[in-house]
């Protein structure tokens, strides 16, 4: 798996602004701090997560879309400050998403082919109330059929599911991520770690010595 699969359309913003304010708590003149990246900008970015000694790299903001299965989102959801901007929902349209495409390859066709069948199902029934409802028939019993369908489809879909969210965060907190992930098992994690060595100044996050 590339990084180019799981993180696309990525900004970066207030890296000069932050490198500058990284000098201010030894500035008597703010006017006359550069931007510059020096050996102490370095050694600020590259201290020991939790130090202190990196704060000003929560003001380098990274946006970016990122594209996780249902079993990623889990565990990036208890990052604080790995933050949605919006996000694809299963909620509203999983009846609508082209099954063939959205699962992991690691998802097992048989549940793949169970799903194509509850949605089919659902559609046809939805067709079904549409169609007596322009009759003037009452479809109060169909639509509660629907809402169980509906719930079963959600409650099935198995986690190689694959949501693509616009997400906002920082050089710091990327730095917790990285150090936490390169080395786990799911692929997801390691195509993101490879997609931040790719960030500007990367080794500010990394560690790894600027070539």
């Not at 400050?81 to 959205?102: A, C, G, P, Y």
């Not at 199902?121 to 067709?127: P, S, T, W």
């Not at 719930?151 to 907190?173: C, D, H, Q, V, W």
Request: with cysteine; charged share 25%; hydrophobic share 35%.
């Amino acid at each position: 798996m590339n990084y180019q699969d799981v993180v696309s359309n990525v900004k970066v913003y207030g890296f000069e602004d932050a490198v500058k304010g990284a000098k201010y708590s030894y500035a008597t003149d703010i006017n006359k701090v550069s931007d510059e990246v020096t050996k102490t900008t370095e050694s600020l970015a590259c201290s020991p997560a939790g130090s202190g000694h990196d704060q000003f790299m929560t003001g380098i903001v990274v946006q970016f879309d990122l594209t996780f299965s249902n079993k990623a989102w889990v565990e990036a959801e208890r990052y604080k400050f790995l933050n949605f901007v919006s996000s694809q929902s299963t909620m509203h349209r999983i009846t609508k998403f082209n099954l063939d495409e959205v699962y992991m390859e690691y998802t097992d066709p048989r549940i793949i082919a169970i799903m194509k069948e509850k949605v089919a199902e659902y559609n046809v029934l939805m067709n079904r109330i549409a169609e007596e409802k322009e009759k003037g028939n009452d479809v109060r019993d169909l639509r509660k059929e629907a809402d169980l369908r509906y719930l079963e489809i959600l409650y099935s879909n198995p986690a190689g599911f694959r949501l693509t969210a616009k997400m906002t965060t920082n050089y710091r907190a990327l730095k917790t991520i990285y150090h936490q992930r390169k080395d786990h098992r799911l692929p997801e994690w390691k195509a993101f770690c490879a997609w931040v060595e790719t960030l500007p100044y990367a080794y500010f996050i990394t560690g790894k010595t600027a070539e």
